[in-house]
């Protein structure tokens, strides 16, 4: 284990200044520091003062320099607490998401040999969202940004 790069996955709201319009600061996250990310909600108000969630993936150091780069050009970066709630209803109980979750918060009851969800448990990681066919899980940002 201690081998292995610490892999960070964080969503983080965003606020650009009016003079970075039209700079690609979000790009030079992949571009520049090797980093994933992917924008789950982007507002520009009239004022062209930009707003963005986005979820940043990639190794800690590279996170850390990839958001003191952000600052550095004058954008406020701040971190969004998420946690995961799943639509019981919508649930068809096929497993997919039970094979990927690291903390075995999605399992099979082995009785019942339905998927139960213990949200005590949930690293709020959002593994389980890309995968469900269905949507049942869903990510909630805490902040009221999304
Ligand atoms: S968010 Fe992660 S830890 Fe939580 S249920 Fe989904 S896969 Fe498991
Ligand atoms: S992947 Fe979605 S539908 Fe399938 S068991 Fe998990 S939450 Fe339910």
Do not use: W
Request: charged share 20%; hydrophobic share 35%; net charge neutral.
């Amino acid at each position: 284990m201690e081998n292995q790069p610490t892999t960070y996955r964080k969503v983080v709201y965003l606020t650009f200044p009016p003079e970075s319009s039209g700079k690609p600061l979000v790009c030079d996250l992949a571009r520049v520091h090797g980093l994933s990310f992917s924008i789950l909600k982007a507002q520009i108000t009239p004022r062209q003062e930009g707003q963005m969630t986005i979820e940043i993936t990639g190794e800690r150091e590279a996170y850390k320099r990839g958001v003191a780069y952000l600052q550095e050009q004058g954008v406020g970066v701040a971190p969004v607490a998420q946690r995961i709630s799943r639509d019981e209803d919508s649930c068809i109980h096929c497993g997919m998401c039970t094979a990927l979750c690291p903390t075995k918060a999605l399992a099979v009851n082995l009785e019942s040999r339905l998927v139960v969800f213990d949200g005590e448990v949930c690293s709020a990681c959002g593994m389980c969202t890309k995968v469900c066919p269905v949507k049942a899980m869903e990510i909630l940002l805490e902040n009221g940004v999304m």
